[in-house]
C-alpha cells in the first residue's frame, strides 16, 4: 500500500509558476515510476510527466519546455515545476505511483487555475 499526497495548486495569473509536491508513504520500495496527470473540467484525465526510479524523465508535448518533474529520495517527494504557465493549464493535477505489474495508486488531486 502506498499513500500520496499532494499540495502546492493555487491560483496563478499566465506567465506565473507554481510548484507541486507529492509526498508517498508506505510501501514506497515497490514502485516503478511516479507520474504527474492532470484532468480539465470536462476533458479525459491525461498524462503530464515521468520520473523512473533511475531518473528518466518524460513529458506531454503540451507541457514540453515549461515543466520539470523531480525527486527528493531523502523526502520521498516528487515535484511539479511548472512556469510560463497558461489558462489551458487550468486543471486538477494527480500525482500517481507506478509500480511493476500493479495498478496505480493515487493522490487526492490539486487544483490549479491559471487566469488570463
Known amino acids: 500500500q502506498v499513500q500520496l499526497v499532494e499540495s502546492g495548486g493555487g491560483l496563478v495569473q499566465a506567465g506565473g509558476s507554481l510548484r507541486l509536491s507529492c509526498a508517498a508513504s508506505?510501501?514506497?520500495?515497490?514502485?516503478?515510476?511516479m507520474a504527474w496527470y492532470r484532468q480539465a473540467p470536462g476533458k479525459q484525465r491525461e498524462l503530464v510527466a515521468v520520473i523512473t526510479r533511475v531518473g528518466s524523465t518524460n513529458y506531454a508535448d503540451s507541457v514540453k519546455g515549461r515543466v520539470t518533474i523531480s525527486r527528493d529520495n531523502a523526502k520521498n517527494t516528487v515535484y511539479l515545476q511548472m512556469n510560463s504557465l497558461k489558462p489551458e493549464d487550468t486543471a486538477v493535477y494527480y500525482c500517481?505511483?507506478?509500480?511493476?505489474?500493479?495498478?496505480?495508486?493515487w493522490g487526492q488531486g490539486t487544483q490549479v487555475t491559471v487566469s488570463s
Open positions: 508506505g510501501s514506497i520500495f515497490s514502485i516503478n515510476a
Open positions: 500517481a505511483a507506478v509500480p511493476v505489474g500493479g495498478i496505480n495508486y
